[in-house]
């Protein structure tokens, strides 16, 4: 099952709670039990000092195997068995150095039989001798039960140790908390499975309303204003969908508004355009007639060829400002790049000349038809061209390159000069409408270029640093 990051980090909260509050139950459980046996060591420590206390150690140093039915042995063993049930100890034993049996609370027990189990406490006997009473850790009996031992030291009349004696004593607390730290384990383990599903139910309940608000954001990225998102709880969620929705609502409100105004101002902006295109026809016409009256008057016509000049730029102004706010629908064919290309520098190689700028063309010629507007792309072209013949005041070199990517089935069209280059901060809004650093111009020639791409899904890109030249990057696709 692949999880959601919400629903990991979910699980993972609930995963980490639960195992504190495991880690905490077995730290109690370890600590009581540290602290029990503790205790229970204390006890039994101060059991095998009282019961050595009773026994004189002159009377072990006759008994030998053999001596079991003697009454000595026979009262010692009795005072062994006295203890032990006022105790409830398991057992009370006297052994000599070697480890053999002395005296033994249990009947079936001779003298001389060795205590092979000592060998594991060796050290805590060793420990009896010298500090006068020692305890051993827990360990299991035969019975499979925890049992723990106390040793002491018996001495004689004269202070001379004699034989050590020996308190083996159950321990049920750490039976019991055995158990319990099974059971802790076995609860800890459904605990989690629990966890896991309580957590992925939760997350769910999170992670598919945030999946239905994430697919509705990318429809508004992609243009699809208005989306709405069913918000069924109240909670946090359920509130952040209904903001989501208000939200929508508002950008597709506004965005209509702004469609609507902007629709307008197009045709508001056209309107206008052909309302002073047609007067300046007019003009141009009057100009005509005054010019041929005037035919004796050669500095009458001169004026009237700049008064018709600067007429024309104007008009060219208007043409541009009303290609940018109405653009026309393109007109598709198949159309060769190298010949549209060729056709606009046939245009303009008077201009290229008396500018001194020498044109190179590389790999056009095997450049692959593409289906687009021919009189568009070479509007495009010819912006391009012009603003390359106004960076090289003083001459220079363009190079147009042109290949065909495979990968993307795409032609990539390069126009590099030589000229003055342009600034980062010009080159960032190069694009931009009514954007120019001319002293004349619209700023309008390259947002026109932009967006007959664009309508041609193609692209463009502008790079250039300053003092070096300027390169003017085209891709567009072949269908």
């Given at each position: 099952?692949?999880?959601?990051?919400?629903?990991?980090?979910?699980?993972?909260?609930?995963?980490?709670?639960?195992?504190?509050?495991?880690?905490?139950?077995?730290?109690?459980?370890?600590?009581?039990?540290?602290?029990?046996?503790?205790?229970?060591?204390?006890?039994?420590?101060?059991?095998?000092?009282?019961?050595?206390?009773?026994?004189?150690?002159?009377?072990?140093?006759?008994?030998?195997?053999?001596?079991?039915?003697?009454?000595?042995?026979?009262?010692?063993?009795?005072?062994?068995?006295?203890?032990?049930?006022?105790?409830?100890?398991?057992?009370?034993?006297?052994?000599?150095?070697?480890?053999?049996?002395?005296?033994?609370?249990?009947?079936?027990?001779?003298?001389?039989?060795?205590?092979?189990?000592?060998?594991?406490?060796?050290?805590?006997?060793?420990?009896?001798?010298?500090?006068?009473?020692?305890?051993?850790?827990?360990?299991?009996?035969?019975?499979?039960?925890?049992?723990?031992?106390?040793?002491?030291?018996?001495?004689?009349?004269?202070?001379?140790?004699?034989?050590?004696?020996?308190?083996?004593a159950s321990v049920l607390f750490l039976e019991t908390l055995e158990d319990m730290r099974r059971n802790m384990f076995i609860i800890g383990i459904m605990g989690i499975f629990i966890a896991?599903?309580?957590?992925?139910?939760?997350?769910?309940?999170?992670?598919?309303?945030?999946?239905?608000?994430?697919?509705?954001?990318?429809?508004?990225?992609?243009?699809?204003?208005?989306?709405?998102?069913?918000?069924?709880?109240?909670?946090?969620?359920?509130?952040?969908?209904?903001?989501?929705?208000?939200?929508?609502?508002?950008?597709?409100?506004?965005?209509?508004?702004?469609?609507?105004?902007?629709?307008?101002?197009?045709?508001?902006?056209?309107?206008?355009?052909?309302?002073?295109?047609?007067?300046?026809?007019?003009?141009?016409?009057?100009?005509?007639?005054?010019?041929?009256?005037?035919?004796?008057?050669?500095?009458?016509?001169?004026?009237?060829?700049?008064?018709?000049?600067?007429?024309?730029?104007?008009?060219?102004?208007?043409?541009?400002?009303?290609?940018?706010?109405?653009?026309?629908?393109?007109?598709?064919?198949?159309?060769?790049?190298?010949?549209?290309?060729?056709?606009?520098?046939?245009?303009?190689?008077?201009?290229?000349?008396?500018?001194?700028?020498?044109?190179?063309?590389?790999?056009?010629?095997?450049?692959?038809?593409?289906?687009?507007?021919?009189?568009?792309?070479?509007?495009?072209?010819?912006?391009?061209?012009?603003?390359?013949?106004?960076?090289?005041?003083?001459?220079?070199?363009?190079?147009?390159?042109?290949?065909?990517?495979?990968?993307n089935n795409t032609v990539r069209l390069e126009f590099m000069d030589t000229g003055i280059g342009i600034s980062p901060e010009t080159v960032e809004r190069i694009f931009d409408p009514f954007?120019?650093?001319?002293?004349?111009?619209?700023?309008?020639?390259?947002?026109?270029?932009?967006?007959?791409?664009?309508?041609?899904?193609?692209?463009?890109?502008?790079?250039?640093?300053?003092?070096?030249?300027?390169?003017?990057?085209?891709?567009?696709?072949?269908?």
């Amino acid at each position: 099952m692949k999880l959601h990051l919400q629903t990991k980090t979910t699980i993972s909260i609930a995963l980490l709670v639960l195992l504190m509050l495991t880690a905490s139950s077995w730290f109690f459980f370890y600590t009581a039990s540290k602290a029990l046996d503790a205790e229970m060591g204390q006890r039994l420590i101060a059991i095998a000092k009282a019961s050595s206390a009773q026994i004189k150690g002159e009377y072990l140093r006759v008994l030998k195997p053999g001596s079991e039915n003697t009454r000595l042995y026979q009262n010692l063993q009795q005072k062994l068995q006295s203890m032990r049930n006022a105790t409830e100890v398991r057992e009370i034993y006297i052994f000599d150095f070697d480890g053999k049996s002395l005296v033994d609370s249990r009947k079936d027990v001779p003298i001389g039989i060795e205590y092979r189990a000592l060998d594991a406490d060796r050290m805590h006997i060793e420990q009896a001798k010298h500090v006068a009473a020692a305890v051993s850790t827990a360990f299991h009996g035969k019975d499979d039960a925890f049992y723990k031992s106390a040793y002491a030291p018996i001495q004689d009349e004269k202070g001379d140790l004699v034989a050590i004696l020996a308190v083996d004593a159950s321990v049920l607390f750490l039976e019991t908390l055995e158990d319990m730290r099974r059971n802790m384990f076995i609860i800890g383990i459904m605990g989690i499975f629990i966890a896991v599903a309580l957590s992925v139910v939760f997350a769910r309940s999170i992670v598919i309303p945030i999946k239905k608000l994430s697919h509705a954001a990318q429809q508004i990225k992609e243009g699809s204003f208005g989306a709405q998102v069913e918000a069924h709880a109240k909670d946090e969620v359920g509130v952040l969908a209904e903001t989501f929705n208000e939200m929508s609502i508002a950008i597709f409100e506004r965005d209509h508004k702004l469609s609507r105004l902007n629709e307008e101002l197009k045709q508001m902006s056209a309107g206008l355009a052909h309302e002073v295109r047609n007067p300046l026809n007019g003009m141009r016409i009057f100009l005509e007639l005054l010019k041929r009256r005037l035919t004796s008057d050669d500095k009458a016509k001169e004026m009237i060829e700049r008064v018709d000049g600067e007429v024309q730029a104007l008009d060219r102004i208007v043409t541009e400002f009303l290609d940018f706010a109405r653009p026309t629908p393109l007109q598709q064919e198949m159309v060769n790049l190298s010949e549209a290309i060729d056709s606009v520098l046939t245009l303009l190689q008077t201009e290229f000349d008396d500018n001194a700028i020498q044109v190179q063309t590389s790999d056009l010629n095997a450049m692959s038809p593409i289906h687009a507007d021919a009189e568009k792309l070479k509007q495009v072209f010819t912006n391009i061209l012009k603003n390359a013949l106004q960076a090289m005041p003083e001459g220079g070199t363009l190079t147009i390159s042109g290949e065909v990517i495979s990968v993307n089935n795409t032609v990539r069209l390069e126009f590099m000069d030589t000229g003055i280059g342009i600034s980062p901060e010009t080159v960032e809004r190069i694009f931009d409408p009514f954007f120019t650093t001319k002293d004349t111009g619209t700023g309008l020639g390259l947002a026109v270029v932009k967006r007959l791409l664009e309508n041609h899904s193609g692209t463009i890109e502008c790079r250039s640093e300053e003092g070096k030249g300027t390169t003017f990057i085209i891709t567009l696709p072949v269908n």
